[in-house]
């Protein structure tokens, strides 16, 4: 079994920075790809950005890329989302996943993960 545990929300002004961080207990989760995914006020959740098992492919929604990081320290097993230029529209719940299969790359729907973490809030005021 896989607990995946979100950290580093919080609430920030427009265009300020917040790092997330995805931990997980039991199984470790270096052989996957993982993804982090948000809901916003009032919307369905949606991908946000991912990073396969190895870590050498990343993929991001066009709403975040340039501006946000996803990495991974596999020795640590712990997932990042580096978040920069922060929009009130990046609001929502983000939540850590990890994808369903052994050693495979990024995948932007939900059904290719099957473990979530509870989510953490992030709030950008303007």
């Known amino acids: 079994q896989v607990q995946l545990v979100e950290s580093g929300g919080g609430l920030v002004q427009a265009g300020g920075s917040l790092r997330l961080s995805c931990g997980a207990s039991?199984?470790?989760?270096?052989?996957?790809?993982m993804a982090w995914f948000r809901q916003a006020p009032g919307k369905e959740r949606e991908f946000v950005a991912g990073?396969?098992?190895?870590?050498?492919?990343?993929d991001y929604s066009s709403s975040v890329n340039a501006r946000f990081i996803i990495s991974r320290d596999n020795v640590k097993d712990i997932v990042y989302l580096q978040m920069n230029s922060l929009k009130p529209e990046d609001t929502g719940v983000y939540y850590c996943?990890?994808?369903?299969?052994?050693?495979?790359?990024?995948?932007?729907?939900?059904?290719?993960?099957?473990?979530w973490g509870q989510g953490t809030q992030v709030t950008v005021s303007s």
């Open positions: 039991g199984r470790s989760f270096g052989n996957y790809a």
């Open positions: 990073i396969s098992w190895s870590g050498s492919n990343t």
């Open positions: 996943a990890r994808g369903g299969f052994v050693r495979t790359t990024v995948v932007k729907t939900e059904g290719g993960y099957d473990y």
